[in-house]
């Protein structure tokens, strides 16, 4: 809109332009006939003059421009026939430039009917122009309205909506707090329960330990995850009587026990006979490859086979912390504790942050030395390195005690390896 609006402009400007022009060119040519007029009715006055001085003989056997010739410029006739040829010359000049006036009025004209044309065109665009602005307009002023009636309802049904929640809120309010009150109630009465079971707990405890002596619990064991059904002795290979439907995958390990060994998880002079690592898997039996073996330790049906972390039926988790020394050179490396969570993970046990109720073990790494206080208290590194130390040895004994407390077993690394049939591949 706005190029036509500019077009329409230019073309009003030009239009008026070549109006201008067009009157002047006019102008000049009135003003140019009327001085052709004049000097032709000079010349004509001039040749009037010339017949009434020239005689009838002359006029007879000679032509003006032979009268010119002949009689000069000194006599009166030559001066009138200078006239009049300066008058027809002067005429002459004026018809050419008559014709370079009417020229340029043709041109100016054709240019004016071009201008014209495209100022037509160009107010036959603006009508268009308009006419879609007006048509646009009206269907931007319905879509509009549409929109304002959807946005209205939409509003209504909003604001029916949050006054239905607060009326629902307000009764859940009301009724959470009874349910509560009732809860809180039911839960203090059960406290006070809970409490005088508690005591009259410990006094019948107290009652028997005095009559019978103090009561020795049972130490935690681990129980037996497969056993050996056949072996082929040449081919040192084992078959198991589990398989993929008890979540058994490829490369577990086992340690080997008795067939009547009963393996207790915190003895540490409770070792297997053998290391079996799973080859061949199908859906309830699988083959293990006999891969360490006791001197002399012989391998027998019914032998049973541990892996403290897998279980068919659930899946245990495992809180590791320390260092650790794999290959038992006396150093701790960071890679030997990722070995360790490594070694949980694949054989399908939860590792978890921190020790709780639901934790089920707690494998521990080398136990740290008590750190001696430096001579020297004022050697802010060697006193920065004496607190390390102790942070760490009283962690570690602080994560000791908190396990022992709520009763989860604990594995250091020997004992867990054994258990969970760790070797060098």
């Known amino acids: 809109m706005a190029r036509v609006r500019s077009n329409n402009n230019g073309s009003t400007v030009g239009m008026v332009v070549f109006g201008v022009a067009s009157f002047i060119f006019l102008l000049l040519s009135i003003i140019l006939y009327s001085q052709t ?12 003059e010339l017949n ?6 002359e006029r007879n056997s000679a032509t003006v421009d032979e009268i010119q010739a002949r009689e000069g410029g000194g006599t009166l006739v030559g001066k009138l026939l200078a006239e009049v040829q300066s008058l027809r010359n ?17 041109i100016s ?11 037509s065109t160009a107010q036959a665009d603006y009508v268009e122009a308009q006419k879609s602005k007006a048509d646009l307009e009206a269907a931007l002023r319905v879509e509009v309205d549409a929109l304002t009636g959807k946005v209205q309802a939409v509003s209504a049904e909003n604001q029916r909506l949050n006054r239905l929640i607060d009326e629902q809120i307000a009764g859940l309010d009301t009724s959470s707090k009874r349910l509560f009150e009732e809860k809180q109630k039911q839960l203090d ?8 079971a508690s005591d009259a707990n410990r006094e019948l405890k107290t009652t028997i330990d005095g ?17 050996v059904v056949a072996q082929n002795t040449n081919e040192q290979k084992v078959f198991l009587d589990i398989g993929r439907q008890h979540g058994l995958r490829l490369g577990m390990a086992f340690n080997v026990f008795d067939a009547d060994d009963l393996v207790k998880l915190s003895d540490a002079q409770a070792q297997g006979k053998a290391i079996v690592e799973i080859i061949n898997v199908d859906s309830d039996k699988s083959v293990g490859r006999i891969v360490s073996r006791n001197a002399r330790a012989r391998i027998d049906e019914g032998d049973v086979l541990v892996n403290v972390v ?20 006396g150093k701790s490396e960071i890679g030997d504790r990722e070995r360790i969570e490594t070694i949980v993970s694949l054989a399908g ?49 602080d994560l000791l005690g908190k396990a022992q407390g709520l009763g989860i077993p604990v594995l250091n690394q020997s004992r867990f390896l054994d258990l969970v049939g760790y070797y060098e591949r």
């Open 211 to 227: 009559l019978r002596g103090a009561v020795v619990e049972s130490p935690a064991v681990t129980l037996p995850d497969a056993r």
């Open 109 to 119: 004209e054709n240019a004016f009917r071009a201008q014209s044309e495209a100022a």
């Open 37 to 48: 007029g004049k000097y032709q009715q000079d010349r004509a006055a001039a040749e009037s």
């Open 90 to 106: 002067q005429s002459q000049s004026l018809q050419g430039e008559l014709q370079a006036v009417t020229s340029k009025l043709e």
């Open 349 to 397: 046990g939860e590792l978890v942050d921190a020790l709780s109720f639901d934790t089920d073990y707690l494998v521990l790494g080398s136990e740290p030395a008590y750190p001696d206080k430096p001579d020297d208290e004022l050697d802010l590194i060697l006193m920065r390195e004496f607190r390390v130390e102790l942070e760490n040895f009283q962690a570690y004994q």
């Open 52 to 57: 009434q001085v020239i005689n009838a003989g």
């Open 189 to 196: 009465d059960l406290s006070g329960q809970l409490a005088s």
């Open 310 to 329: 897998y279980d068919p039926n659930r899946t245990f988790s495992f809180h590791v912390y320390g260092q650790y020394d794999l290959d038992y050179d």
